[in-house]
T-cell receptor
Framework: AQSVAQPEDQVNVAEGNPLTVKCTYS??????LFWYVQYPNRGLQFLLK??????LVKGSYGFEAEFNKSQTSFHLKKPSALVSDSALYFC??????????????FGKGTKLSVKP | ETGVTQTPRHLVMGMTNKKSLKCEQH?????MYWYKQSAKKPLELMFV???????ENNSVPSRFSPECPNSSHLFLHLHTLQPEDSALYLC?????????????????FGPGTRLTVL
């Protein structure tokens, strides 16, 4: 069965410092991995995805994520956090098989708080 | 802003009411989804439509009834809901569903409908 874990409910970072939001996954076959961000009273916005190729993926708003197959991880990173990055971040995964494994499975979310 | 709109944004209904949520996507996608987002819980996939055909019903109670009249519109009809159904209901669309080999395509989400059942 597919699953994704975001071990931290909340991450606190000072503005200007690097940030990391963790994600690990379990899936049959090769994973398709996604990060989304949700601002208050808004839907989820796509940030970046890993499908194949280079393990370091760059996305919107200066975010990047590194796919690590041996550790089954896909941590979200940003070199210098902004107060405006404060939001709820979701990691999601699906396997590259069809059928029910084609559904996107979301983690429970990590609240990122960036303080001035 | 994302090309997916949802109405209404907020809805308060009694347990005996019947109401409908509407979703419209302007992205030319052929797959649409309903998700339920409750506090402290992961997003729950409710329904998947691909080419206007329901391809997934994720053990959702029959008091939730989806309808997809065309590839741009998706409805969620609600009747005799329970207070525990109070949540944010999110609609999303993508080009091809994961079930149809479009697993690499990201989903685009609407802003959601905040539903409160009294």
């Amino acid at each position: 069965a597919q699953s994704v874990a975001q071990p931290e409910d909340q991450v606190n970072v000072a503005e200007g410092n690097p940030l990391t939001v963790k994600c690990t996954y379990s899936v049959s076959g090769n994973p398709y991995l996604f990060w989304y961000v949700q601002y208050p009273n808004r839907g989820l916005q796509f940030l970046l995805k890993y499908i194949t190729g280079d393990n370091l993926v760059k996305g919107s708003y200066g975010f990047e994520a590194e796919f690590n197959k041996s550790q089954t991880s896909f941590h979200l990173k940003k070199p210098s956090a902004l107060v405006s990055d404060s939001a709820l971040y979701f990691c999601a995964v699906r396997g590259d098989y069809g059928g029910s494994q084609g559904n996107l499975i979301f983690g429970k979310g990590t609240k990122l708080s960036v303080k001035p | 802003e994302t090309g997916v709109t949802q109405t209404p944004r907020h809805l308060v209904m009694g347990m005996t009411n019947k109401k409908s949520l509407k979703c419209e996507q302007h992205l030319g996608h052929n797959a649409m989804y309903w998700y339920k987002q409750s506090a402290k819980k992961p997003l729950e996939l409710m329904f998947v439509y691909s080419l206007e055909e329901r391809v997934e019903n994720n053990s959702v109670p029959s008091r939730f009834s989806p309808e997809c009249p065309n590839s741009s519109h998706l409805f969620l009809h609600l009747h005799t809901l329970q207070p525990e159904d109070s949540a944010l209901y999110l609609c999303a669309s993508s080009q091809d569903s994961g079930l149809a080999g479009g697993g690499h395509n990201e989903q685009f989400f609407g802003p959601g409908t905040r539903l409160t059942v009294l």
